[in-house]
């Protein structure tokens, strides 16, 4: 399978039983592009990212990973991939330099680049001090760099991002949308789920809307204001609408009984 | 005291290991008699125990002078067994909930929701005792009940019953909450010793915990090996009065004077101190989890911080990709730091103290020195063999929840596979060399036994460790639980029976070699030679070698199914 684009979903569907987490999705992104999926919990994003890293297996359709069959070849994919997951459970018992070392040597890196990367990105995130210590005793937004060092640091021609700010401090949280910025000047695509609105809006080419495992509305920002027909709003109108959600102050008033 | 908090605490800790991979947990209902199938086997089986031990007096108390010596009466022995009860169920208490704190190591996060809900200390220090007791401890003082019950019942002592049933429970508590204190004491302690121990915390985990094996396989080899279980209970009821002052043995000693001495006021008198003796203790715990129980150990520092530098390694000298060789170096320190992984060096321990203390309490008995061979061979045999395959189950499990980091990873099924029957035959090769040389120094075989015996251990070693990773792979269990086993229950048993079967496949070529020297000694017949000897350690030699090679080209296949099935 050859395409031209850097990711293709092709009427993929996946089911969980009766269950249908997505629903006949087509999607591409260019090269380069960073793409945001939003949507509520349960609509199918992570599920749909991990598809794409050949995490879980579709039901029905065809996608294509750098010109590359997620399903004929895996490893050629991963290989090329920076993956984030939502909640990443990484290797405890390691220190965080072990457990970069261990991503280099997984992703074939030579050791002058790893060691020169590794130290870099623990300078940039802050971690220095603490690579040492086994990343039992780190906090939330720590394992999170880590994660992130790890998907950034064998230089992914994509990145697949689930909730990639979660639990960060700003001035990473800062450090991290810029270098995804400059990675987007070298080619890099980027495809991120995040529920922080205000990243999308500011990071993201285009942005996916998902509910209920389908994609409501795609597009740029003016793209998906005329979708919702709300031509100065902000992203958090155009999500709310979109997915019908946008009678909050009922559900309130009900809470507050 | 709010009981209904103790139940509801109580209630969350048996549900914990549901999370099993392979058990769908869409629309997850549970059966409530099922739920309890540990419970309601050890019942079973303690009601079969009580009949069968009925059935057996009545044989042997139809003619009491069959026995020499004569018999004392039914009830003498009966009650001197029950009186012995309760220091036996505390013994196996200790042991079995100490053992259960070390594989809940792995594991803090549910453990700390209780700290920020409205529980008190009280509430809480008492669900945990409690909860130390689900499995073996509760099964083994349930079934232990209803067997006495079922006993007394035909003997006319379902007073008696009742009364030791109490107090075994009672004893089971004791246990629990000896153990709930140390663990805190234990965790304060720890983090100290970590702290001051700087890089060298690792070291001081690992060899810590390989002494608590070692010290607690010793006292329990001691008590139930050599002069048998039987022997050792009945023994209890004689020895605990001596050592009145110790209040752990205060309920067995209530027993002595209310059901077998009939001395009413001292039977009364005890009964008070053992109350007033696990109180204290449950209030010990309760003010020690105050003081500790949200203790943090200090992080443990395993390298000073300083310019990084990758190591070249050792491993890609030997034909390892920098992937398989990153994965072992993952897995050597998973089991070198985790404490519920560490576990895995009890079975060189047990498999070393066994037979030494068989061999020579048989030898105190009189036995001839050709019983020795035994033992040689179940230590050459079977520690490393055993851990090739426990490993082999435990290799893929063990990523728990980390798998996704293999799954998400350019690693391909050859690399899985290599890396991780690599690790597992390094490991049990250690263990062989180690236990082999205690085997050659304790026993001190020929040279051509020690021979065989190191090849058919790496024999069995590289083909139960294949097959073990095959039930590995197939029943891997990557879910966080309490008590994480690595793999599912039915698929250890099953690659229990299948290695034993292996294993037995393996060595049977030696059996025409072993019995007619054995028969030699007592037959008109040759002994088979040097060279029959060889040939069967070449067929031997084959047939493990078939049994690798096939299992490891369906482990290739099983850790392709693997990484494409990640989402399962």
């Known amino acids: ?257 | 005291m709010n009981w209904k908090n103790v139940l509801f605490l109580l209630r969350v800790e048996r549900k914990s290991g549901r999370l099993i991979r392979g058990v769908k947990a869409t629309r997850y209902r549970e059966h409530g008699i099922i739920a309890y199938w540990p419970y309601w086997l050890a019942a079973i089986l303690g009601i079969l125990g009580g009949l069968i031990a009925n059935y057996l007096t009545t044989i042997i108390y139809a003619d009491p002078t069959s026995v020499s010596g004569g018999l004392p009466p039914i009830k003498d022995s009966a009650l001197g067994f029950f009186v012995s009860m309760p220091t036996l169920i505390l013994l196996l208490s200790l042991v079995f909930t100490m053992f259960q704190q070390i594989q809940l190591a792995g594991l803090k996060k549910t453990s700390q929701v209780m700290y920020w809900l409205p529980v008190t200390w009280q509430e809480h220090t008492l669900a945990s005792i409690l909860s130390n007791l689900f499995g073996l401890p509760l099964a083994l003082a349930t079934g232990f009940a209803f067997g006495l019950v079922v006993f007394s019942v035909f003997n006319g002592l379902v007073v008696a019953a009742l009364i030791t049933t109490v107090a075994m429970f009672g004893a089971a508590f004791m246990g629990s909450a000896t153990t709930e204190i140390i663990r805190v004491i234990q965790v304060r302690f720890v983090g100290a010793v970590y702290k001051s121990s700087g890089r060298a915390a690792i070291w001081v985990r690992l060899i810590g915990s390989l002494l608590f094996f070692l010290i607690l396989y010793l006292i329990y080899f001691a008590i139930f090996t050599g002069t048998g279980s039987i022997t050792f209970i009945q023994s209890i009821a004689k020895f605990q009065t001596s050592i009145w002052f110790i209040p752990y043995v205060w309920l067995g000693i209530t027993l002595y004077y209310l059901i077998l001495n009939s001395s009413l006021l001292l039977g009364i008198v005890f009964i008070a101190a053992s109350a007033s003796f696990i109180v204290g203790i449950y209030y010990l715990a309760v003010l020690l989890n105050q003081r500790f129980g949200l203790y943090e150990p200090p992080a443990i520092k395993v390298q000073t911080s300083g310019i990084y530098a990758p190591k070249a390694g050792l491993l890609g000298k030997l034909g390892f990709s920098t992937v398989e060789a990153a994965i072992i170096r993952k897995d050597i320190r998973a089991f070198t730091r985790r404490r519920e992984l560490i576990g895995i060096f009890i079975i060189p321990i047990v498999f070393i103290i066994v037979p030494i203390f068989n061999s020579i309490n048989i030898s105190n008995q009189g036995a001839p020195s050709g019983i020795n061979v035994f033992f040689e061979a179940m230590i050459f045999l079977f520690p490393s063999s055993i851990m090739a395959m426990t490993l082999g189950n435990m290799l893929i499990g063990e990523e728990g929840q980390a798998v996704w980091r293999i799954y998400a990873s350019p690693i391909s099924p050859k690399n899985l596979v290599k890396s991780k029957f690599a690790f597992l035959t390094f490991f049990a090769i250690i263990v062989l060399i180690v236990t082999g040389t205690i085997g050659v120094v304790f026993f001190r075989p020929s040279i051509s036994t020690t021979i065989i015996a190191f090849l058919e251990s790496l024999f069995l070693t590289f083909a139960l460790g294949s097959m073990g990773l095959h039930f590995g792979f197939r029943g891997a269990d990557f879910s966080a639980t309490r008590r994480a086993r690595m793999i599912r229950q039915e698929w250890s048993l099953a690659s229990f029976v299948a290695c034993t079967l292996a294993g037995l496949s393996i060595v049977a070529p030696l059996a025409p070699y072993i019995i007619s020297k054995f028969a030699s000694s007592f037959l008109p017949i040759a002994p088979l030679g040097v060279v029959e000897l060889a040939i069967s350690v070449v067929i031997s030699g084959v047939i493990a070698s078939v049994f690798t090679v096939v299992f490891y080209k369906i482990n290739l296949g099983s850790a392709r199914e693997l990484l494409r099935k990640a989402e399962t």
């Open chain 1, 1 to 257: 399978m050859s395409s031209p684009y850097a990711v293709e979903l092709h009427n993929v569907t996946k089911r969980y039983n009766e269950i249908v987490a997505v629903n006949n999705m087509n999607l591409t992104l260019n090269t380069g592009e960073i793409f945001a999926l939003l949507g509520p919990n349960g609509s199918g994003k992570s599920t749909t990212l991990k598809m794409l890293l050949g995490l879980v297996q579709p039901t029905a359709g065809e996608i294509s990973v750098l010109g590359l069959d997620v399903q004929k070849d895996p490893v050629a994919v991963k290989r090329q991939v920076g993956y984030v997951p939502e909640s990443p459970e990484i290797y405890e018992f390691l220190t965080g330099i072990e457990y970069l070392d261990f991503i280099g040597d997984i992703y074939g890196m030579p050791n002058v680049e790893k060691q020169q990367r590794i130290t870099e990105y623990l300078k940039a995130l802050q971690l220095e001090g603490r690579e040492g210590d086994m990343i039992n005793s780190y906090s939330d937004g720590m394992k999170k760099k880590i994660s992130l060092i790890s998907a950034f640091l064998h230089k992914p021609k994509l990145l697949i991002l689930d909730e990639p700010l979660n639990a960060l401090d700003p001035r990473s949280a800062r450090i991290v949308k810029n270098f995804l910025h400059e990675l987007k000047m070298q080619g890099v695509t980027t495809i991120l789920s995040t529920h922080v609105l205000e990243i999308a809006e500011a990071v993201c080419d285009r942005i996916g809307i998902m509910y209920q495992g389908n994609i409501l509305a795609l597009g740029n920002m003016n793209e998906l204001r005329q979708k919702a027909s709300l031509p100065s709003s902000g992203l958090e109108d155009i999500f709310l609408k979109l997915t019908g959600t946008d009678d909050l102050k009922a559900v309130v008033e009900e809470l507050l009984r």
